[in-house]
């Protein structure tokens, strides 16, 4: 059983514009939600995260939005640019357990 | 530098034969994961460990074996009782505690992509 889902497998975007990626959870007990940036045939990489005690972070062009009640995250991309076309992944967890949940991914693409 | 090095990239396996994927870290890191992408599924965890000598598994655990002897490395070895073993294969390292500093949780070495001969 899926405990995080990007339902959404790809988006594109024009060059310039704001990319919105969803995620939704399951679990009310999660607390600590990231977001990681994927490159084909690389590892993932730390982009943004957000603890449950707060509704909205941001870092540069990248903000992470929290919706406790709705048990729903959207990472905000703007404006979009090139190089931000990749494969976006959510990730939850609780404080102290070090043990991420990963989404199914979506892949963004910006179009010039 | 440091990070995660991760060897081979690419790797070929045979049908019943056992292989093993390298992870080693210079991040003085003393939690280490290992994680299966499938196309559509994200990210899997396969085996972690938290400290050298001890490790757990994983959600999908089932045809895998690992071993942490020393705190850079934690080889995972894919047995012949793996029946799907084609996918591309993270390793990663993260801080203890870094849970609660707002900081980043992992990171990830560059990936092993195995295929089945």
């Known amino acids: 059983d899926q405990q995080v889902k990007q339902n959404s497998p790809s988006l594109s975007v024009q060059e310039g514009r704001i990319s919105i990626l969803n995620c939704d959870y399951t679990?009310?007990?999660?607390?600590?939600f990231l977001w990681y940036k994927k490159y084909p045939a690389e590892g993932p990489t730390f982009l943004i995260s957000?603890?449950?005690?707060?509704d909205k972070n941001e870092d540069g062009r990248f903000t992470v939005f929290l919706n406790k009640s709705a048990k729903h995250l959207s990472l905000h991309i703007v404006p979009s640019q090139p190089g931000d076309s990749a494969v976006y992944f959510c990730a939850t967890t609780n404080f102290g357990n070090e043990k991420l949940t990963f989404g199914t991914g979506t892949r963004l693409t910006i179009i010039p | 530098d440091g990070g995660i090095t991760q060897s081979p990239k690419y790797l070929f396996r045979k049908e019943g034969q056992n292989v093993t994927l390298s992870c080693e870290q210079n991040l003085n890191h003393d939690a280490m994961y290992w994680y299966r992408q499938d196309p559509g599924q994200g990210l899997r965890l396969i085996y972690y460990?938290?400290?050298?000598?001890?490790?757990q598994k994983g959600d999908i655990a089932e045809g895998y074996s690992v071993s942490r002897e020393k705190k850079e490395s934690f080889p995972l070895t894919v047995t012949s009782a793996q029946k799907n073993p084609t996918a591309f294969y993270l390793c990663?390292?993260?801080?203890?505690?870094?849970?609660?500093?707002?900081?980043?949780?992992?990171?990830f070495g560059s990936g092993t992509q195995l295929s089945v001969l």
């Open positions: 679990n009310s007990m999660f607390d600590y």
């Open positions: 957000i603890s449950s005690i707060k």
């Open positions: 990663a390292s993260s801080r203890p505690g870094s849970t609660s500093g707002g900081n980043e949780k992992l990171f």
């Open positions: 460990s938290q400290i050298v000598n001890d490790f």
